[in-house]
T-cell receptor, first 115, second 116 residues
């Protein structure tokens, strides 16, 4: 079975400060990992993914994430947060050993960036 | 280019009624997915199509839920005898090939279903 945990329901950060959104995962094999962002009344927008290779993945809108196999984590980061980054963020995992092609999502973390 | 589109954006129905939700994937994408997102939760997988066939329907909660993709493009999620617990946002996604090692799933805006 594959699962994802996002331990923080909400993260508050001041504009211009670094932003980190935490994600840990559990899979039986090796993981494919994804981050999506959801704005109000809109669908999920893809930010970045880790498939293989460099543990530091760079994505859209200045976001990056670091894959840490020993800690089974894939935290999302942005060096300098913007007010427009305020949204709901979802981490997702796909176990390469599992049948099918489904993503398993975490419960989401709401990010609030204050001016 | 055009993204994934879903219609209707909102659907209100009464308990016991039948509903159909439509998804138009990105043109050329062979893989299509349905997820359900309940309030305050992350999306949960329902079903995955590769072309016209359902490659994985393990997430469908019961036999009231059914989905089709007859021509390998547009998909319809059908819910019979709706229950209040079916109220959620139903998300559709598509990906180019369904390759698990490279594909990214791109999501539509969702259909918000409310069962009264």
């Amino acid at each position: 079975a594959q699962s994802v945990a996002q331990p923080e329901d909400q993260v508050n950060v001041a504009e211009g400060n670094p932003l980190t959104v935490k994600c840990t995962y559990s899979v039986s094999g090796n993981p494919y990992l994804f981050w999506y962002v959801q704005y109000p009344n809109r669908g999920l927008q893809f930010l970045l993914k880790y498939i293989t290779g460099d543990n530091l993945v760079k994505g859209s809108y200045g976001f990056e994430a670091e894959f840490n196999k020993s800690q089974t984590s894939f935290h999302l980061k942005k060096p300098s947060a913007l007010v427009s980054d305020s949204a709901l963020y979802f981490c997702a995992v796909r176990d390469i050993k599992a049948a099918g092609n489904k993503l398993t999502f975490g419960g989401g973390t709401r990010v609030l960036v204050k001016p | 280019g055009a993204g994934v589109s879903q219609t209707p954006s909102n659907k209100v129905t009464e308990k016991g009624k039948y509903v159909e939700l439509r998804c138009d994937p990105i043109s050329g994408h062979t893989a299509l997915y349905w997820y359900r997102q309940s309030l305050g939760q992350g999306p949960e997988f329902l079903i995955y199509f590769q072309g016209t066939g359902a490659a994985d329907d393990s997430g469908l909660p019961n036999d009231r839920f059914f989905a089709v993709r007859p021509e390998g493009s547009v998909s319809t999620l059908k819910i019979q005898r709706t229950e209040r617990g079916d109220s959620a946002v139903y998300l559709c996604a598509s990906s180019p090939q369904g390759r698990v090692d490279t594909d990214t799933q791109y999501f539509g805006p969702g259909t918000r279903l409310t069962v009264l």
